[in-house]
């Protein structure tokens, strides 16, 4: 039984062009190698930025952190020991109320009334 083979021109084709693919396979892998590592550098960039609040504008009228939490300390101290171990109750709002998804006309997106 004979079994047909490609011209050697096109034996030479097929070669050039696999080697041509797997340069340029090699070369996207490296890319995403690349952009995997700047990614995670780049998350960890802005976590840091965010928990130094440096991400948005900061008020000056706010409480320093410090004394809300000794606020909320003091303040659930007693609330922890009258509910024993699940902690306190989550208070969970029908609708979120924030400037980020408020609409053009002040009014919330939740309410399209506004």
């Not at 080697?19 to 892998?29: C, I, K, N, W």
């Amino acid at each position: 039984m004979a079994i047909p083979l490609p011209s050697l021109e096109e034996i030479n084709e097929i070669v050039r062009r696999l080697d041509y693919f797997s340069t340029l396979a090699e070369a996207v892998e490296h890319e995403c190698v690349e952009a995997n590592a700047t990614q995670s550098k780049l998350r960890q960039a802005i976590l840091k930025a965010a928990f130094e609040g440096r991400l948005v504008p900061q008020d000056p009228a706010d409480e320093p952190a410090s004394e809300l939490l000794a606020r909320l300390r003091q303040g659930s101290a007693g609330a922890h020991a009258s509910r024993g171990r699940r902690g306190r109750k989550r208070n969970h709002p029908e609708t979120l109320e924030l400037p980020l998804f408020a609409g053009r006309d002040g009014g919330s997106a939740a309410d399209p009334a506004g």
